[in-house]
């Protein structure tokens, strides 16, 4: 089967909103990770001292077919095409270990 991992950064909070949104569209679950937002219109200060936004990345393991519609939901949920809501892409997987059950969806 040809997987496709659907990678999703928002600003701290909206990681479940994302997963609640892709697993409703379809895909079997994700990981939600934290990191810290580096780019220029991101820098803010208070008192003078530089703060990095927090971020959540979603990382989203979907069959390749269902992935655009994964996405849409993920867009949709998540606000993404308004300016500084977040960003998501899309990746060719080529190989996957030790996650056959959750791409099979005729599995439990």
Do not use: C, H, Y
């Not at 820098?43 to 530089?50: D, L, Q, R, T």
């Not at 519609?69 to 993404?80: D, K, P, S």
């Amino acid at each position: 089967m040809n997987t496709s991992l659907i990678v999703t950064i928002v600003r701290k909070g909206w990681g479940s909103t994302v997963l609640e949104a892709s697993v409703e569209a379809g895909a079997r679950g994700g990981t939600v990770m934290g990191g810290r937002g580096a780019g220029i219109n991101e820098k803010e200060k208070i008192f003078g001292v530089s703060i990095e936004p927090e971020k959540e990345i979603v990382l989203t393991l979907v069959p390749e077919t269902r992935a655009d519609a994964i996405l849409e939901a993920i867009v949709q949920a998540a606000g993404l095409n308004e300016v500084g809501q977040g960003i998501a892409f899309v990746l060719p997987v080529d190989k996957v270990v030790g996650v056959a059950r959750f791409l099979d969806p005729s599995r439990p």
